[in-house]
């Protein structure tokens, strides 16, 4: 899909600010935040750079928080790379039903919204300019009829230009989790994304180490396949939590390729879903400075 501009968005994204007074983001400026509707906690998972997990990450940890009772929607923003789709087999197009768009929704019932719904072939390539990107994820969050959500999780798109950027200034944000892998480059970049947030005052709720180790099929010996890694560090540097660390489990590439990530299941997943719940709820109640 190649596009320089283009049409309006649909939906109803409104410039009415979350709450009185300037909102949080550009120093000296006022930003004009969507409003919430009927989602209670919008969460962006992000991670700086490419080939990390961070969307494997972002649709194992919603299937999770559905696993345990609670309503998650996931609004990809990475518009040029989406893969949320093909790890839980989803397919468009997406409708507007008069209430704003439909999102789809996965066999296990998260609704979704993605830019691989508006192509018909699924290796065509988004090429769009930056503006044009910009405004479809402003629709993406205000002009679908999310419905009631205990949470939207959002698939941010790697580096810190103008993507991040629109999510962070107009879509009312209660925090953001990074994910890493134990390389020290890793660590590196996604520190990057994390002080990009920090200085737009977006909460900062905790690290995710992903492919942390791999077990050994004939011992079941945990091995540190990328070293011993740096969350840790990472996590202490910034003074958020280590959320979780995750395995690289051959199931999860298994069940990513056939579209069913969302059936994989570990107590590390339900930890992490448990830690995030209990932080997102922290930092809401402002018990948590914001750094």
Same mark, same amino acid.
């Given at each position: 899909?190649?596009?320089? *501009?283009?049409?309006?968005?649909?939906?109803?994204p $409104?410039? @009415?600010p979350t709450?009185?007074g300037?909102t949080?983001?550009?120093?000296? /400026?006022?930003?004009?935040?969507?409003?919430?509707?009927?989602i209670?906690?919008?969460?962006?998972? /992000?991670?700086?750079k /490419?080939g990390v997990?961070? !969307?494997?990450? @972002?649709?194992l940890?919603?299937?999770?928080?559905?696993?345990?009772?609670? $309503?998650?929607?996931?609004?990809?923003?990475?518009?040029?790379?989406?893969?949320?789709p093909? +790890?839980?087999g989803?397919?468009?197009?997406?409708?507007?039903?008069?209430? /704003? &768009?439909?999102?789809?929704t *996965?066999r %296990?019932?998260?609704p979704?919204? %993605?830019s691989?719904?508006?192509?018909e =072939?699924?290796?065509?390539?988004?090429?769009?300019?930056g503006?044009?990107?910009?405004?479809?994820?402003?629709?993406f969050?205000g002009?679908?009829?999310w419905?009631?959500? =205990?949470?939207?999780?959002?698939?941010?798109?790697?580096?810190? !230009?103008?993507?991040? +950027? @629109?999510?962070?200034?107009?879509?009312p944000?209660?925090?953001?989790?990074?994910?890493? $892998?134990?390389? =020290?480059?890793?660590?590196l970049?996604v520190?990057?994304?994390?002080n990009?947030?920090?200085d +737009?005052h977006?909460a900062?709720?905790g690290?995710?180490e992903?492919? %942390?180790? &791999?077990?050994?099929?004939?011992?079941?010996?945990?091995?540190?396949?990328?070293?011993?890694?740096t969350v840790?560090?990472?996590?202490?540097?910034?003074?958020?939590?280590v959320?979780?660390?995750?395995?690289?489990?051959p199931?999860? %590439?298994?069940?990513? =390729?056939?579209?069913?990530v969302?059936e994989?299941?570990?107590?590390?997943?339900?930890?992490?879903?448990?830690?995030l719940?209990?932080?997102?709820?922290?930092?809401?109640?402002?018990?948590? @400075?914001v750094?």
């Amino acid at each position: 899909m190649v596009a320089t *501009s283009g049409p309006e968005p649909h939906g109803r994204p $409104t410039s @009415t600010p979350t709450h009185s007074g300037p909102t949080r983001g550009r120093p000296g /400026g006022v930003l004009q935040r969507m409003d919430k509707g009927q989602i209670q906690r919008v969460i962006a998972v /992000g991670s700086g750079k /490419g080939g990390v997990g961070k !969307s494997s990450v @972002t649709a194992l940890l919603a299937a999770e928080l559905r696993r345990q009772g609670h $309503t998650v929607g996931i609004l990809d923003a990475d518009i040029t790379g989406p893969s949320i789709p093909k +790890l839980l087999g989803m397919h468009g197009p997406l409708r507007d039903a008069g209430e /704003g &768009i439909e999102p789809a929704t *996965s066999r %296990s019932g998260i609704p979704v919204v %993605s830019s691989q719904f508006m192509v018909e =072939d699924e290796q065509a390539p988004v090429i769009w300019r930056g503006p044009l990107v910009t405004r479809l994820i402003t629709q993406f969050f205000g002009g679908v009829h999310w419905g009631p959500l =205990d949470y939207l999780l959002i698939d941010m798109p790697p580096g810190t !230009s103008d993507v991040p +950027l @629109t999510v962070f200034q107009t879509i009312p944000i209660d925090g953001m989790v990074f994910v890493l $892998t134990p390389q =020290d480059l890793a660590a590196l970049i996604v520190k990057k994304a994390m002080n990009m947030a920090r200085d +737009l005052h977006v909460a900062l709720l905790g690290v995710v180490e992903n492919m %942390s180790w &791999i077990v050994c099929p004939h011992c079941g010996e945990r091995i540190p396949l990328f070293g011993p890694g740096t969350v840790e560090r990472v996590g202490q540097e910034y003074g958020i939590p280590v959320l979780a660390r995750l395995p690289l489990a051959p199931a999860i %590439s298994e069940l990513a =390729d056939a579209g069913r990530v969302d059936e994989f299941q570990s107590p590390e997943l339900k930890a992490l879903a448990e830690a995030l719940v209990r932080k997102v709820d922290e930092v809401t109640k402002g018990s948590s @400075t914001v750094l």
